[in-house]
């Protein structure tokens, strides 16, 4: 037999009866069970989550659900096809053994593996004085347990709430708590609501949005302490510049945590951005060298872009979830030269104010922008952001419509400032600077990251095992 024979008989074995383990059951893990199906893996298919429930849907959340349209429980992802999966819910994943190639599991089970998809995406960071965070009515925003428990002290309703953190997440449950005549207040460190993913110029229009909408916006300013009554739930807050905000719910809208503790001592390129790994999934360890087994894929992973000087990026997206998912669940069942890229032009949308935002592209990669069609004034436009004359992200304001145009010329490295499209070019439409933040100006981190050019740059670091 010759070794391309061999190879791939070896290939058709693995296929039949090898054994693969997801750790991670949300949009990611449950889309690249459903590729691994449909590319023909009959093997043994093991899903691992740490929350109680089937996969569900989270862009809800923070919108249908806090109003009250849509229930909680009611966000289950639909199914593509049967994945005939042994499903370990409720249990999380605690440590990695590389060497014997097993996942161990918080009640100690062990669970061996021939190939590892690593989907354990990320969780909302929490309110910093624990004993602050454990107050009544202090809420963060990610499971669906989350946004059941909000919906319904936000149904009540409350007298004031509090939003910390003026990201795309805290902007939009202000937006839902005006929608629903609910007095907010939102205190931003930044200089603006969205400013780190969409820099100063957006900002300010998005500060404008949320002023004419009633919300009390407060911007360079930080919450210090909050203040519980004797019966253990949060009345007050208490600013930086010594003010007050009474608010009887509180929602901290702080970022979210790449889930990668788990991967302590494993020797993976892990770290605060998550785990690196090449652009078809496969990961890196410490050393920048590719692994052979393990793949990431969804909000936990990091890998180079050829249209971003090949840094490192990574996405909290939920088209990057599922493609890349699919990507990296193509190649853990084949070989090269059949292995796939996960090159996502990032994008995303966001609802508030009766305004719908979309951005495609990596708006914090420049430096200028300029807008190119309709009017400020009125809310609805789109501009392009620029970098060294090349245009490298859009965003616009119930403009969708011609996303596809200015993604296709991010795609080709088209020049900026780009050609306009459509007949509503705006009377001045001279580039500007895009002004971001310094990235050591604490403010809300962007859905899209660029964190350098090394799988282990940035905060990974390698920690021997403990055991």
Excluded at 17 to 29: D, E, H, M
Excluded at 237 to 251: M, R
């Amino acid at each position: 037999m010759t070794l391309r024979a061999t190879v791939a008989e070896l290939v058709r074995e693995f296929r039949a009866s090898g054994r693969i383990v997801i750790v991670g059951a949300s949009l990611a893990g449950l889309r690249a069970a459903e590729t691994l199906r449909e590319e023909g893996f009959t093997g043994s298919l093991t899903i691992i989550g740490d929350e109680p429930y089937e996969p569900y849907d989270r862009p809800p959340l923070s919108k249908q659900v806090l109003k009250g349209w849509v229930p909680a429980d009611h966000t289950k992802l639909p199914r593509m096809r049967e994945v005939d999966a042994d499903w370990r819910l409720g249990v999380a994943a605690t440590g990695l053994d590389r060497a014997t190639k097993q996942v161990r599991l918080a009640n100690g089970e062990l669970v061996p593996y021939d190939r590892l998809l690593i989907a354990t995406g990320t969780r909302a960071r929490q309110w910093p004085n624990p004993a602050e965070a454990a107050l009544h009515g202090v809420h963060t925003i990610r499971s669906r347990d989350d946004a059941a428990q909000l919906q319904k002290e936000l149904a009540e309703p409350p007298s004031r709430v509090l939003v910390i953190g003026a990201g795309f997440i805290g902007s939009e449950v202000a937006s839902v708590c005006r929608e629903l005549d609910i007095p907010v207040t939102v205190v931003e460190r930044g200089a603006a609501p969205l400013v780190g993913a969409l820099g100063g110029v957006i900002g300010e229009i998005a500060a404008q949005l949320q002023c004419d909408h009633g919300v009390d916006l407060r911007c360079g300013l930080g919450v210090s302490s909050l203040e519980g009554d004797p019966g253990g739930h949060v009345r007050r807050a208490h600013l930086s510049d010594g003010s007050t905000v009474d608010a009887d719910v509180v929602v901290a809208s702080l970022g979210s945590i790449r889930n990668v503790e788990w991967l302590e001592g494993s020797g993976l390129a892990a770290g605060f951005w998550g785990v690196g790994c090449d652009a078809g999934g496969r990961a890196f360890d410490i050393n920048g060298v590719v692994t052979d087994s393990i793949y990431v894929a969804g909000d936990v992973a990091r890998a180079p872009h050829v249209l971003y000087e090949y840094q490192f990026l990574a996405m909290e997206h939920w088209d990057n979830a599922v493609l890349g998912a699919e990507a990296a669940a193509h190649n853990m069942v084949n070989l090269e030269p059949h292995y796939r890229p996960h090159l996502l032009l990032p994008g995303f949308w966001s609802g508030q104010f009766g305004v719908n935002i979309k951005s495609v592209g990596v708006p914090p990669f420049g430096d200028e922008i300029v807008f190119t069609q309709g009017s400020v004034a009125e809310r609805r436009f789109a501009a392009a952001y620029g970098r060294r004359g090349r245009i490298v992200a859009a965003v616009t304001f119930d403009h969708g419509k011609w996303l596809e145009y200015y993604g296709k010329l991010i795609e080709q490295s088209g020049p900026f400032p780009p050609p306009p499209p459509g007949w509503d070019q705006p009377p001045d439409m001279k580039p500007m600077p895009a002004e971001f933040p310094d990235p050591r100006v604490p403010t809300a981190i962007p859905d899209v990251v660029l964190t350098g050019h090394a799988p282990s740059e940035r905060t990974a670091e390698f920690r021997p095992r403990r055991h």
